[in-house]
């Protein structure tokens, strides 16, 4: 029994020993082969990707962009990672999205866009509207406090000759647009360090192709005003459509009193 047992250590010795012999033949320098998963780790780079879909035209905000480990082998060159701006978190929020961004996606700094930046009136157009500025001044455009993102009324007054020879003026006023966004103020697009007026030469205005015909018609016929709305009115539904108002005041111009008529 002892025999035998020594008899089998012996085969398995020459078994071990002939497995390495075979192996050593096969490897170069005898170096032995390395077990699946055990291998060098793969190098990884933060890349800054869109935390939830991005539409065109979508601001982003705080929550909106994270960080997500990348392979390093598998960065293209537009990616923003944290080696190369460790603050994009925060340099990204307020940006427009010039492009759609899927949830997921490494985020590119030539799909978003900057306020100071060319192509950044475009991105915050919706669908289907125009962009047309017009003059103001402070008695025309509510003393310069209308602010970008406000919702306005254009008024256009325009006088008119009366007929029989009879005295003093007559002024005609029409509410020619109605609820519409202001989408800047001069080269202002949005409130900056709390400032509450902005006093300005030209207000940009989103309206549809056939509201920006009759602004432009209704600057060649005469005055037009820009009425700041409230707030709770600023809604949709909230058209005024069937607004209709008359009047007449008292002006004194060089000492003469004059009665002037309005009308729509």
Excluded: C, H
Aim: net charge negative; proline share 4%; charged share 20%.
């Amino acid at each position: 029994m002892k025999v035998a047992r020594i008899a089998v250590l012996a085969v398995a010795l020459g078994a071990a020993g002939a497995a390495a012999m075979l192996t050593n033949s096969i490897l170069p320098n005898g170096q032995l082969a390395e077990a699946p998963g055990i291998g060098p780790d793969m190098s990884t780079q933060q890349v800054l990707v869109a935390a939830r879909d991005l539409n065109l035209g979508n601001r982003v905000k705080a929550g909106d962009v994270r960080w997500q480990t990348w392979p390093s082998d598998a960065l293209a060159e537009q990616f923003i990672t944290d080696v190369k701006k460790p603050d994009a978190m925060q340099e990204t929020v307020g940006m427009i999205a010039r492009a759609p961004v899927t949830q997921g996606e490494p985020i590119s700094f030539a799909k978003l866009v900057r306020s100071d930046q060319g192509g950044f009136m475009s991105a915050i157009l919706d669908s289907g509207m125009r962009a047309i500025s017009i003059r103001i001044s402070p008695e025309t455009g509510a003393g310069g406090f209308i602010l970008p993102n406000d919702r306005v009324d254009v008024i256009l007054t325009n006088e008119q000759a009366q007929s029989g020879g009879e005295g003093g003026a007559k002024y005609s006023s029409e509410m020619i647009l109605t609820n519409v966004r202001v989408l800047a103020i001069d080269q202002t697009v949005a409130e900056e360090d709390g400032r509450q007026v902005v006093v300005g030469k030209t207000a940009t205005l989103e309206l549809a192709p056939q509201q920006a015909e009759l602004l432009a018609l209704g600057e060649r016929r005469g005055v037009v005003s820009l009425a700041l709305r409230s707030l709770a009115d600023s809604g949709e539904g909230n058209d005024d459509k069937q607004y209709r108002g008359s009047g007449s005041v008292k002006v004194v111009k060089f000492g003469v009193a004059t009665q002037v008529t309005t009308s729509r």
